[in-house]
């Protein structure tokens, strides 16, 4: 991390910025003189079941003390109100029952009960626990922060909504299909409000006396009525339980009530229909002036919503970003982009790639006397002087010729026309008579101009995005909304307040004992060098031989200060290269590399000219196995004035060449040496799922898996894998785990005792798959390979909304105001049946940082949570790219980089067979490569 390395990455960089009121289940409970009150006595009911207890109570003293006239009615009243506090009393015994066995429970750290998972807590930790028992962590200073968490009041909420399966024909656009329910809704539901989803299902609080099946009509923008046929009837289990939602607590995170959850996320979306734009979970309203985001995009900005099952249920908000075409007419688009009104615009990729599979507006000439049309653009076409069609009378013309003689002359006849219609019958429209169409959702993937841009319209501290988020929840105003209030929910709209703790930061060791300290998650190097550094394998070298190879197009004396710079700044490091480098021009990569490795050399800096990335690291990874780094050629050119672009360089060089930069320093502080105690002889992986984007569907998923083969879990090597797109499992762990198992007995001598797994990109919903197939295949890899070690599964999630706000006050501009690296929240937003923290590990030095969401679901050894907590946060220090924590543990991070550098390996290909294996053996990475240097991909 540290100043942002201007060469080009080797992987994917270092992240700078890096769902009725329930049974109250808060671990502690923050009173308004800011002490925590115990929350043991507030897990045994909820606040609606206390109310009422109390308002029975009451009501059978006023009765006892009723007038002589009333004397039947109270005796009767006065016999239930001794049988309900028989009924109170006996609730209190099994309550105080409950409690005792919750406090054996926590003394002897009480063993989860889940299928397949432990994770029971070691016998050092004695804080909070939730309700259930889950041990909390206790490790850190204490401290208290908002969350963009809202409660969510739901007292009157019916305890049952009913279900319904709607049908709407024709099929339309889903304006239309909303309609023509509101239509519907409005002539035949008699009063009932109803919650639509836009697609298939209602809900409503109140059952339909019957099935309906109607015909309903609406009008369009151009006042044509369109007729639908509407059909709505009970779905076969009709009655959702809402009620679930107060009896959650007693079910695992994997096991959800879905079906409430489901329900309960439509009634709360069901107004925003009218104010915003849906765009997956989020509604997207235009602003007033919308950030430019260049070639024809502009930023819309989003609510996003969620339902998240703490303590209690809770809903997620927070503001979101999306690029959508800008609405203009094509003339004004092409103006904007300085793009000639007179070219042949089949020729431009630019414009190709915008408006192919964009929605325009047809505005005919008034003389014409018909309606506007909208069309999606399928090509770009030859221009209207140009364009011949046989028209209606079987006459050839052009299409300028047919406009005039319609009455209209065409401004711009020898512009390119945009081909519209099927593909069987084309329609050609002149550019200057369509617009784009405003609101539009593209699902494309933005390109980098777009992205950059975004970025640094996103990018706001924690106060200017929690103004944000409070500005877009004014604007929906969920509490107005009629739908709302008729399933009687109410949302209080200030953040909630979350106690946190902040971890301390760990000391970081270099060569001969010398020692830095982490400061707001980064540190610098002064005078210290790597603490590993190796020397070339075989022979009488003295260092590495390195060489840089180059193409035409940079200055030799660019590449000589390179040279130079690399040489002067490794020897500082300790680092083993050879005092002189052969610099030498390539025109066949191939060649030249292979000639290289040939001539044994262990480094090839190769500065980035006309071969594309993607093909150096091919023919180096695949073809030749010869260890490559590549830099821009414009950051060769900036190396005297930024003398830290080589430092940087040099900490992934480092670890290709087998070195360690630098470890956790253990043995100068008690207390962290004895918490880490257990963790020896431990094997530590990361696995990370990368998928194409949408508008790639024939590109397959890539699996990435890292595993440690050191004492200190910083050397990795690395597995790769191809599967079925989109699959989230990975398919072949067992033979990946038995690599990485022979990896670590090479180098270590032994079978782990300990693997520790960090597993990325997964829902809470996968967990149970993750069980069954991936830990499952490690622990059959390690029973074949003999290797009696302990598992322990860690998720790591970071697709989610959750953000951090502190209480205190910027100190500047340039404050975003972040939590510190190292802060931890485990209570009251955590599921209070799962071992699950939020952390942030890492200094955004962008904008609001994103914690990342890690959930406990197998520990065979019983490691305590402050050890796993704080074991986590030291890991987000091990990254070798940068000297700063990372948003992520090492072992995970680097799956990311391995991930990336195996999506290199597909790049060119404009075709994949369906038998992947075929196509995995295609793109096996050199042995030598992967023996010589296991750490070549970062």
Not at 65 to 85: D, E, K, V, Y
Request: charged share 25%; proline share 5%; net charge positive.
């Amino acid at each position: 991390m540290g100043k942002k390395n201007k060469y080009k990455p080797e992987g994917k960089k270092p992240e700078q910025n890096q769902p009725t009121p329930a049974t109250v289940c808060e671990d502690s409970k923050t009173g308004r003189d800011g002490q925590r009150e115990s929350g043991s006595d507030l897990c045994q009911r909820a606040p609606f079941q206390e109310q009422s207890r109390k308002d029975n109570q009451k009501s059978t003293e006023n009765k006892q003390q009723g007038g002589q006239l009333m004397q039947q009615r109270n005796s009767a009243q006065l016999q239930r109100g001794q049988a309900q506090q028989q009924r109170e009393k006996a609730d209190q015994n099994v309550q105080n029952i409950s409690v005792q066995r919750s406090q054996q429970g926590r003394q002897m750290k009480q063993q989860k009960r889940q299928v397949g998972v432990s994770a029971v807590m070691g016998k050092k930790n004695s804080g909070q626990t939730s309700c259930t028992g889950i041990v909390r962590g206790t490790r850190g200073t204490p401290g208290t922060v908002e969350v963009n968490y809202l409660k969510l009041l739901l007292d009157s909420m019916p305890n049952k909504v009913y279900h319904y399966d709607i049908t709407i024909t024709p099929v339309r656009s889903k304006q239309f299909v909303r309609l023509a329910f509101q239509e519907c809704k409005q002539k035949y539901f008699h009063g009932i409000e109803a919650a639509f989803d836009g697609k298939k299902s209602c809900y409503t609080p109140k059952r339909l006396s019957s099935p309906i099946n109607c015909t309903v009509k609406v009008s369009d923008s151009n006042s044509r009525t369109i007729e639908f046929q509407v059909e709505i009837k009970e779905t076969l289990d009709c009655e959702v339980d809402l009620n679930s939602l107060r009896t959650y607590h007693n079910d695992s995170v994997s096991d959800k009530p879905m079906r409430a959850l489901q329900a309960l996320y439509v009634i709360l979306s069901e107004s925003n229909h009218e104010k915003g734009l849906r765009v997956g979970r989020a509604f997207f309203c235009r602003p007033i002036k919308p950030h430019d985001l260049g070639d024809g995009y502009e930023a819309w900005t989003g609510l996003f919503e969620a339902v998240i099952l703490g303590d209690q249920p809770f809903l997620n908000v927070d503001i979101t970003h999306k690029s959508f075409p800008c609405e203009s007419s094509l003339i004004d688009y092409l103006k904007n982009q300085k793009i000639g009104l007179g070219q042949d615009l089949r020729k431009n990729k630019q414009v190709q790639s915008y408006l192919r599979g964009i929605n325009i507006v047809y505005q005919p000439p008034e003389s014409f006397k018909i309606f506007a049309r909208k069309y999606k653009v399928l090509n770009i076409g030859n221009s209207a002087s140009q364009l011949h069609f046989i028209n209606g009378d079987g006459l050839q013309m052009t299409v300028a010729e047919y406009f005039k003689s319609r009455g209209y002359s065409l401004k711009y006849p020898n512009l390119s026309c945009v081909e519209v219609g099927s593909t069987a019958h084309s329609i050609y429209l002149p550019m200057e008579l369509c617009k784009i169409a405003g609101g539009q959702v593209l699902n494309r993937k933005d390109e980098s101009t777009q992205v950059r841009n975004m970025i640094r319209s996103a990018a706001t501290s924690t106060n200017v995005r929690k103004r944000k988020i409070m500005d877009m929840l004014q604007c929906f105003n969920l509490n107005a909304s009629k739908i709302v209030q008729s399933f009687g929910i109410k949302i209080d709209l200030n953040f909630i307040k979350v106690p946190i703790r902040v971890l301390p930061s760990p000391i970081i060791e270099y060569l001969n004992g010398q020692t830095v300290n982490v400061n707001r998650g980064a540190w610098m190097m002064d005078k210290q060098q790597f603490l590993i550094c190796t020397k070339p394998q075989a022979g009488k070298q003295v260092g590495h031989k390195w060489a840089i190879i180059y193409q035409s197009g940079i200055e030799y004396i660019h590449l000589d200060n390179f040279k130079k710079s690399v040489l002067k700044k490794a020897k500082d490091l300790n680092m083993h290269l050879e005092n002189t480098a052969e610099i030498m021009e390539y025109t066949d990569i191939y060649n030249t590399l292979l000639n290289l490795a040939k001539s044994d050399y262990a480094l090839v800096f190769v500065v980035l000219g006309r071969t594309a990335y993607y093909h150096i690291k091919q023919v180096a990874d695949l073809k030749v196995g010869v260890l490559t780094q590549c830099i821009q050629d414009k950051t060769v050119k900036k190396i005297p004035q930024s003398p830290p672009i080589i430092s940087n360089l040099l900490l992934g060089v480092n670890g290709k060449l087998n070195g360690t930069n630098h470890k956790i320093l253990l043995d100068n502080d008690d207390d962290m040496k004895d918490l880490m105690a257990p963790i020896k002889n431990v094997m530590f992986m990361g696995a990370d799922v990368t998928h194409p984007s949408p508008d790639q569907p024939h590109i397959p998923s890539v699996v990435g898996v890292t595993a440690s083969h050191d004492p200190i879990g910083a050397c990795y090597n690395m597995q790769y894998r191809l599967q079925q797109s989109t699959k989230e499992d990975i398919e072949d762990m067992e033979s990946i785990t038995n690599r990485h198992l022979e990896f670590y007995f090479q180098f270590m001598k032994t079978y782990p005792t300990h693997i520790i797994y960090y597993r990325d990109g997964v829902s809470d919903g996968q967990f149970p798959i993750i069980q069954r197939v991936e830990l499952s295949a490690i622990q059959r890899a390690c029973r074949k390979m003999g290797c009696d070690a302990k598992l322990t599964c860690i998720i790591a999630v970071k697709r989610h909304h959750t953000r951090f706000f502190p209480m205190k006050q910027q100190r500047g501009e340039r404050d975003l105001n972040n939590v510190e690296p190292g802060t931890v929240v485990d209570q009251m937003i955590t599921h209070p049946r799962e071992v699950q923290f939020f952390m942030v590990s890492h200094q955004s030095i962008q904008s609001t940082a994103k914690p990342t969401r890690y959930n406990v679901i197998l520990n065979e050894s019983n490691f305590d949570i402050d050890l796993l907590q704080q074991l986590t946060y030291n890991l987000c220090h091990l990254f070798p790219r940068c000297n700063r924590s990372v948003s992520y543990p090492a072992p995970v991070y680097l799956a990311h980089v391995a991930a990336f550098r195996a999506r290199v390996y597909l790049e060119g290909t404009k075709t994949f067979s369906e038998v992947l294996g075929e196509e995995y053996e295609k793109r096996l990475i050199q042995p030598r490569l992967m023996e010589r240097n296991p750490m070549f991909f970062i």
